[in-house]
């Protein structure tokens, strides 16, 4: 009877080894699958992102590119309205400028 007591012993002993190592197998193979799953959720993630990026870069582009258009065409207008003016009232504007930027100068005169 203890021979047949250890066979069975033995018996469910190599049962649960082999149970284990299937499950051992199953859980190898979920991890690869979800690791590989991960990867790829990841590539796609980078991929959206540096189209978000490039998407930002062209819009903040396009916006300096309509400021400075904004700003040469209100410098293009102050220069035609300068250019229009006869030296009876360029020679107070000028003066007035340079009031700003030295007092001393028309202070002198």
Known sequence: ????????ILGVEREIREQLDAERDKASLWLEATRREIEASHQAELA?????SQCGENA?????E????????A???????????????????????????????????
Request: hydrophobic content about 50%; overall charge negative.
């Open 48 to 52: 959206r992102l540096a189209g978000v």
């Open 60 to 64: 903040a582009r396009e916006a300096a």
């Open 75 to 109: 410098a293009r207008k102050a220069v035609g309205a300068v250019e229009n003016l006869r030296d009876d009232e360029l020679v107070p504007r000028v003066r007035e400028c340079i009031s700003v930027i030295i007092p001393e100068a028309v202070r002198a005169r």
């Open 66 to 73: 309509a400021g400075a258009a904004h700003v040469l065409e």
């Open 1 to 8: 009877m203890e021979q047949s007591t250890l066979q069975e």
